[in-house]
């Protein structure tokens, strides 16, 4: 056995769930160096009283502190629309932890920038990130490697990181009966999401484990996060293989017309493109999340578009 495959075997995955926005949060580590990573770390929300704590994020900070792990770093898979992210509070846990995500980053912080009309001093460049992650290149944590995969579709900066034979795919993927993520935020592309799953995600060895960013436990089922290219292949109920772009693309746009749009929506985007940073206190020692009015409406085709009203 080579050496490069003993590395995988030692390679553990410890999943977290919160319920109350059915997202997965990972911890990737090796038992035996205590290399460690974290992805889609999760900050608590709730919206009517506008409260946030840190039960989720304390869960993962807690396993990290109990087994004597090294963190070396928090990969973000994109900017989420559904929650806010727990970066910062591990990253005050853990100081020497970085903080990566896709590189397409940036085009996700323009278009938000202007929706939400973030302060003249809020840059779009990726710089609030510790790390701009490109596609293809192999990064190095300690005993850990990984690669970036770009899975754009969901939003156009989405990525999927590849450890071992283990892929994690953030709201690219789902489990195979519950099919793949939306495509009708700012930037998103049902025809880029195809592409990405057939032409990148499909061609990876059908043994090679998928990792989903959420469930949502279609008919009550029991929760589930793993599955392998085989399965999703064979019983994605949204894409198999096999199933025409124009079909699929026609189908997802009319699926998502339907849909409402994500409970934590403007109060997690905001936050995400900051890298998980709550606003600046005001003078009155409170900070302020932005909410728009109206700034959404289903056009024809059921992608969302700028209204200004």
Same mark, same amino acid.
């Given at each position: 056995?080579?050496?490069?495959?003993? $590395?995988?075997?030692l390679?553990?995955?410890?999943?977290?769930?919160?319920?109350?926005?059915?997202?997965?949060?990972?911890?990737?580590?090796?038992?035996?160096?205590?290399?460690a990573?974290?992805?889609?770390?999760?900050?608590?929300?709730?919206?009517?009283?506008?409260?946030?704590?840190?039960?989720?994020?304390?869960?993962?900070?807690?396993?990290?502190?109990?087994?004597?792990?090294?963190?070396?770093?928090?990969?973000?898979?994109?900017?989420h629309?559904?929650h806010?992210?727990?970066?910062?509070?591990? $990253?005050?846990?853990?100081?020497?932890?970085?903080?990566?995500i896709?590189?397409?980053?940036?085009?996700?912080?323009?278009?938000?920038?202007?929706?939400?009309?973030?302060?003249?001093?809020?840059?779009?460049?990726?710089?609030?990130?510790d790390?701009?992650?490109?596609?293809?290149?192999?990064?190095?944590?300690?005993?850990?490697?990984?690669?970036?995969?770009?899975?754009?579709?969901?939003?156009?900066?989405?990525?999927?990181? $590849?450890?071992?034979?283990?892929?994690?795919?953030?709201?690219?993927?789902?489990?195979?009966?519950?099919?793949?993520?939306?495509?009708?935020?700012?930037?998103?592309?049902?025809?880029?999401?195809?592409?990405?799953?057939?032409?990148?995600?499909?061609?990876?060895?059908d043994?090679?484990?998928?990792?989903?960013?959420?469930?949502?436990q279609?008919?009550?089922?029991?929760?589930?996060w793993?599955?392998?290219?085989?399965?999703?292949?064979?019983?994605?109920?949204?894409?198999?293989?096999?199933?025409?772009?124009?079909?699929?693309?026609?189908?997802?746009?009319?699926?998502?017309?339907?849909?409402?749009?994500?409970?934590?929506?403007?109060?997690?985007?905001?936050?995400?493109?900051?890298?998980?940073?709550?606003?600046?206190?005001?003078?009155?020692?409170?900070?302020?999340?932005?909410i728009?009015?109206?700034?959404?409406?289903?056009?024809?085709?059921?992608?969302?578009?700028?209204? $200004?009203?």
């Amino acid at each position: 056995m080579a050496w490069t495959d003993l $590395k995988e075997l030692l390679m553990d995955i410890k999943p977290f769930y919160d319920a109350r926005t059915n997202t997965l949060t990972y911890l990737v580590y090796d038992p035996e160096t205590r290399d460690a990573v974290v992805i889609d770390p999760v900050l608590d929300y709730e919206p009517a009283s506008s409260r946030i704590w840190t039960e989720s994020a304390d869960e993962v900070i807690d396993f990290v502190r109990a087994n004597e792990l090294q963190l070396h770093l928090i990969l973000e898979t994109h900017a989420h629309a559904d929650h806010l992210s727990g970066a910062q509070h591990l $990253k005050a846990a853990f100081p020497a932890a970085k903080l990566g995500i896709g590189a397409r980053i940036t085009a996700v912080q323009t278009m938000f920038k202007g929706i939400f009309d973030l302060p003249e001093d809020f840059q779009t460049d990726g710089r609030q990130f510790d790390l701009l992650l490109q596609e293809g290149e192999a990064y190095t944590v300690g005993s850990l490697t990984f690669e970036t995969i770009f899975t754009p579709g969901h939003t156009p900066a989405c990525a999927t990181y $590849k450890f071992g034979d283990a892929i994690f795919t953030g709201d690219t993927l789902f489990m195979p009966d519950q099919g793949t993520g939306r495509c009708d935020f700012p930037g998103g592309s049902a025809d880029d999401l195809y592409n990405s799953i057939v032409n990148k995600l499909y061609t990876l060895p059908d043994d090679t484990r998928v990792f989903v960013g959420h469930d949502y436990q279609p008919g009550g089922r029991d929760l589930k996060w793993e599955a392998s290219i085989a399965d999703q292949k064979a019983h994605n109920v949204q894409l198999p293989a096999g199933r025409s772009r124009p079909e699929f693309v026609i189908w997802r746009s009319r699926r998502d017309a339907s849909l409402n749009a994500p409970r934590l929506l403007f109060q997690s985007v905001q936050i995400n493109v900051d890298a998980g940073r709550l606003p600046v206190a005001h003078a009155n020692e409170i900070r302020y999340l932005r909410i728009p009015i109206n700034v959404f409406r289903p056009d024809g085709d059921g992608d969302l578009e700028l209204n $200004k009203v």
